[in-house]
């Protein structure tokens, strides 16, 4: 059983920092990309960024220069830091992980996991 779970959300002002976490948890062989989205109410859920297991990151283009992801030495956990929050960066944020379970698993077979999601408010 595998188990991704997010941290980190909540109500931050315009301008402001907010850290989020992603840790996944369980019968795992390996971790392989790990992205984060978001889902604003009444719009489809769109990448905000994802990193590969050797650390490489793309971002869209409403969190290039403002986000930074990033993954520990374990490889399974991966954090968001998000500086210079708009209002327009509120939504649910939800955190993806492509998962093999086994050493017999082809790479490529890599299963997506999601977690429950974590709300950001950006409000003053």
């Known amino acids: 059983q595998v188990q991704v779970v997010e941290s980190g959300g909540g109500l931050v002002q315009p301008g402001g920092s907010m850290r989020l976490s992603c840790v996944a948890s369980g019968s795992i062989f390996r971790v392989w990309l790990m992205g984060w989205y978001r889902q604003a109410p009444g719009k489809q859920r769109e990448l905000v960024a994802a990193?590969?297991?050797?650390?490489?990151?793309n971002y869209s283009d409403s969190a290039k220069g403002r986000f930074t992801i990033s993954r520990d030495n374990a490889k399974t956990t991966a954090y968001l830091q998000m500086n210079s929050l708009k209002s327009e960066d509120t939504a649910v944020y939800y955190c993806k992980a492509v998962i093999t379970t086994s050493v017999f698993q082809n790479p490529a077979g890599g299963i997506d996991y999601w977690g429950q999601g974590t709300q950001v408010t950006v409000s003053s």
């Open positions: 990193i590969s297991r050797d650390g490489s990151a």
